[in-house]
């Protein structure tokens, strides 16, 4: 896999900017691999790509769509091993999690997007109205470093299988696995064009992205502060945009039943993905008459945890 390149209208090139951003293993502080920096030239071509290729791919019948998200689940399937591998590299999470959590559970979600679309009311009628649910246009997806693969999975499967082209910026700690989606994609069969990925810096290409006349419509997930600047360019193009930002996610304890598994449940969601998940149960509410049983046994996991 050649990760020294950008994907545009379904051909790979190199970046105007002939510059890099090293790919380190966090665990090893290992250099594996390298993407081009690119910067808002290669984010104008990209998005023409896609608009033009928006011209056909929102006129495809939904069984096309699906077709071709068929073929790209058994991709991911066929290639599990190897992309778990590429993830534990470049994120740095056990290899087991990597394979179960950031692979297998992506196929499974690919599966299931492809069934809810095939019931998804796309024209209604309401009264003498016929609602009509068309693709948005050129879509720019902007995703974190914390899932890889299934942030992007999240925000491309289901933009292609309403219509939708794409201009994909990965985070640049973990840009590899990106390089398997858009190849996973070119050999299921999906037209140049569609799917465009751009790697590089946050202010640069994401930036750029937000800034672009010939995007529609900006699909961001990260921290708030990056958001909050996406969505003040984005709005000088008038773009729909959607954000997806940093939180901290409760647990609420109201009795004493289960308050053991409660708390343990607790711990291992925080620690799972070393902290860095969207749902992570980072905070605790509790009632004041549960407040000295759940210090008690919080004492006793983090006690046993770190034995």
Not at 117 to 122: G, I, L
Not at 215 to 243: H, N, P
Not at 271 to 296: H, K, P, Y
Request: glycine residues 8%; aromatic residues 8%.
């Amino acid at each position: 896999m050649n990760f020294e390149k950008l994907y545009i209208n379904g051909e790979y090139v190199d970046s105007t900017s002939g510059k890099f951003i090293e790919v380190e293993n966090p665990a090893t502080n290992e250099i594996i691999g390298r993407v081009p920096r690119g910067n808002a030239e290669d984010v104008e071509k990209a998005a023409l790509a896609a608009k033009e290729a928006f011209k056909t791919f929102s006129l495809t019948s939904l069984e096309e769509r699906i077709e071709i998200m068929k073929k790209f689940a058994v991709y991911l399937k066929e290639n599990l091993d190897e992309i778990a591998e590429l993830i534990t590299k470049e994120l740095g999470s056990p290899i087991e999690f990597s394979r179960r959590t950031h692979v297998e559970s992506q196929i499974n979600r690919v599966k299931k997007y492809i069934e809810i679309v095939k019931d998804y009311e796309f024209s209604r009628r309401d009264g003498g109205a016929l609602i009509v649910k068309e693709p948005a246009g050129v879509i720019g997806c902007l995703t974190p470093w914390n899932y890889p693969l299934g942030q992007i999975i999240q925000k491309v499967v289901f933009a292609i299988l309403a219509g939708n082209t794409i201009v994909l910026k990965p985070s640049q700690q973990t840009p590899l696995v990106a390089y398997y989606v858009v190849d996973g994609f070119e050999k299921s069969g999906l037209p140049k064009g569609v799917l465009n990925l751009v790697t590089g810096a946050g202010r640069e290409v994401g930036n750029a992205i937000a800034l672009s006349k010939n995007i529609d419509m900006i699909s961001f997930t990260g921290s708030t502060k990056g958001g909050s600047e996406v969505a003040k360019l984005a709005q000088e193009t008038i773009k729909k945009t959607t954000l997806e930002l940093g939180g901290k996610s409760p647990v609420i304890f109201l009795d004493k039943e289960n308050l053991e598994l409660g708390v343990k449940k607790m711990l291992d969601i925080v620690i799972r993905n070393t902290g860095q998940t969207c749902a992570a149960w980072s905070r605790a509410i509790v009632l004041e008459s549960l407040r000295e049983d759940f210090i008690l046994k919080k004492k006793f996991k983090d006690n046993f945890l770190i034995s």
